[in-house]
């Protein structure tokens, strides 16, 4: 039973938008906050953003994407977006949609549930 399915990864250029999409089972929609990571090559999986709330939303992003990244969710369709603008190289990574933080948003092990993750590639 898949729980969480991102989708809306692909190549673009340094510069373009995009908008990731993360399909959530309705149950953990509706229960918990839910945020995105991403893992670079070689590199650890870090956290980029995250909301809670269902009707009041509070957002928490990481430095590197304040200002470029949006996280946002779409209550009737059980689905968090994560847009990109004016993308740059360094954001090149597989994105991963998770939900049930317990403690801090920023550390992946404390997130109970994870999707399958969607490529991202930002050429320069």
């Known amino acids: 039973q898949v729980q969480l399915a991102e989708s809306g990864g692909r190549l673009v250029e340094a510069g373009d938008s995009l908008r990731l999409s993360c399909a959530a089972s309705?149950?953990?929609?509706?229960?918990?906050?839910m945020g995105w990571f991403r893992q670079a090559p070689g590199k650890g999986r870090e956290f980029v953003a995250a909301?809670?709330?269902?009707?009041?939303?509070?957002?928490f992003y990481a430095d590197s994407v304040k200002g470029r990244f949006t996280i946002s969710r779409d209550n009737a369709k059980s689905t968090v977006y994560l847009q990109m603008n004016r993308l740059i190289p360094e954001d090149t990574a597989v994105y991963y949609c998770?939900?049930?933080?317990?403690?801090?948003?920023?550390?992946?092990?404390?997130?109970?549930?994870w999707g399958q993750g969607t490529q991202v590639t930002v050429s320069s």
């Open positions: 998770a939900a049930d933080p317990d403690g801090d948003y920023t550390r992946d092990r404390d997130w109970a549930y």
């Open positions: 909301l809670n709330g269902i009707r009041t939303v509070s957002t």
């Open positions: 309705e149950d953990i929609f509706r229960s918990y906050p």
